[in-house]
């Protein structure tokens, strides 16, 4: 079995940080690309960050200069570091990550459950 569980959400002021980190663990061989999403309540979710097996790295307009992806290939871990928070950037935050499971010839997709964060004017 495999879990993937996001740690790191709360309730921030407007112009502070917050780090997100999210672990993946079980009969993992391998873990390929990693990403977080993000998602408000009846909107769509959206892409803020991924980080590849390379260290290629792509972010939302919205979070270029604020976001920092970064990941951990021994603790099989990814990093959002979330610097100037703003209201707007109050959503779930949801981690996705691609990994290639003990006795399988292919990557398989898991997320995570989400983890809130709230940011304060």
């Known amino acids: 079995q495999v879990q993937v569980k996001e740690s790191g959400g709360g309730l921030v002021q407007a112009g502070r940080s917050l780090r997100l980190s999210c672990a993946a663990s079980?009969?993992?061989?391998?873990?390929?690309?990693m990403a977080w999403h993000r998602q408000a309540p009846g909107k769509q979710r959206e892409l803020v960050a991924r980080?590849?097996?390379?260290?290629?790295?792509y972010y939302h307009d919205s979070v270029k200069g604020r976001f920092t992806i970064s990941r951990d290939f021994a603790k099989k871990t990814v990093h959002l570091q979330m610097n100037s928070l703003k209201p707007e950037d109050t959503r779930v935050y949801y981690c996705?990550?691609?990994?290639?499971?003990?006795?399988?010839?292919?990557?398989?997709?898991?997320w995570g459950q989400g983890t809130q964060v709230t940011v304060s004017s």
């Open positions: 079980g009969n993992i061989v391998s873990v390929s690309n």
């Open positions: 996705d990550v691609f990994l290639l499971q003990t006795a399988s010839d292919y990557l398989t997709n898991y």
């Open positions: 980080i590849t097996t390379g260290g290629g790295t």
